[in-house]
């Protein structure tokens, strides 16, 4: 009933687990049956291995957290040696988030993935927490024009691309992204946000700014999907403060072929199951037979 096509591959149903927000799945195997899932994106992966940020790496706030990660992770050699094997045991499709800090670190990523057999690589221009890459790709439509079509020239598989909300112009971002041959786009990543410690008169992160998630962005995100689904031809797979069935209900009607779920992860390790379940109720209740009837009513 949920089985959706995304850019050509077939998800069993169409909730993945978002980046940075379920590792590799290991830390999340005893708590539920990672073959349910329709797919996992990979924390995002870069061509050689990052520490990731000092300080202060997460901070609750009234409804939603902020995260200042950095980007850590073995690399992209590490990931396929090590980890791709074992999430390879299990049926949901592998989404590789490739990052980088400069275009031949995501081209050389790209390279070392064209020897695997995964399908999607999400290409990740939108990560507000580190220095250089990330992010400064994916603000202004000539960078992200750029990385896309480079990434499109040494790669294979599909490519999609995961948008910022912090961009100068996302409609434009998201259409030049479509220009460079993207085949799906992913959004939202974090919002650029602040928090202080009035106690020590400081920033609470290192970095002063970090990366804003959770049940706090959703309106803003769903706003923001049904944009770009209204301004391309490729699919779009929305997330930002998914924490129910009728959240993700929400962003299909917004327009997303899948959603992604990512702070509530944290808050409760079985919600993706809860979401599937809940998804399938709210279709049988209401005689929907297929996801393509309420895609983009809005
Ligand atoms: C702790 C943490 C780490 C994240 N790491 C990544 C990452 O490595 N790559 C990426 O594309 N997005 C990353 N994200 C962004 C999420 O994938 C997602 O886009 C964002 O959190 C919004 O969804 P949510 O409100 O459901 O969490 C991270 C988010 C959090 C909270």
């Known amino acids: ?82 980890d791709l094997p074992f999430m390879k045991n299990f049926e949901s499709e592998i989404i590789v988030n490739l990052g980088g800090n400069n275009i031949d670190d995501y081209v050389n990523g790209a390279l070392l993935l064209e020897d695997t057999d995964i399908n999607i690589i999400e290409l990740n221009i939108s990560c507000p927490n580190v220095k250089e890459g990330g992010m400064a ?9 750029y990385v896309v079509s480079e990434i499109k020239k040494v790669s294979s598989k599909k490519i999609m691309v995961k948008l910022s909300p912090n961009a100068d112009d996302l409609v434009r971002v998201a259409t030049e992204c479509e220009r460079a041959g993207a085949d799906a786009l992913s959004l939202v990543n974090t919002f650029n946000a602040l928090a202080i410690d009035i106690k020590r008169r400081k920033a609470v992160f290192d970095n002063i700014t970090a990366g804003l998630s959770g049940p706090c962005i959703k309106p803003i995100a769903l706003r923001m999907v049904r944009d770009v689904y209204k301004s391309v031809s490729i699919p779009v797979v929305g997330m930002g403060g998914i924490m129910n069935a009728a959240d993700a209900i929400e962003f299909i009607m917004a327009g997303s072929t899948a959603i992604q779920v990512g702070t509530a992860n944290f808050i409760n390790p079985k919600v993706m199951i809860e979401i599937i379940q809940g998804m399938e109720e709210f279709m049988e209740n209401e005689g929907i037979k297929n996801l393509d009837e309420i895609k983009g009513i809005i």
């Open 137 to 145: 790709f994916g603000i202004k439509c000539e960078s992200a024009f």
């Open 1 to 82: 009933m949920l089985k959706t096509d995304l850019c050509g591959v077939s998800l069993k149903n169409p909730v993945i687990a978002a980046s940075g927000t379920f590792g590799f799945g290991r830390e999340f195997e005893p708590y539920l049956d990672l073959n349910a899932l329709g797919g996992i994106s990979t924390k995002g992966l870069t061509y050689h291995s990052k520490q990731g940020n000092t300080g202060q790496r997460i901070h609750e706030t009234a409804a939603g957290i902020m995260n200042s990660i950095g980007l850590q992770n073995p690399s992209v050699k590490s990931f396929i040696e090590n």
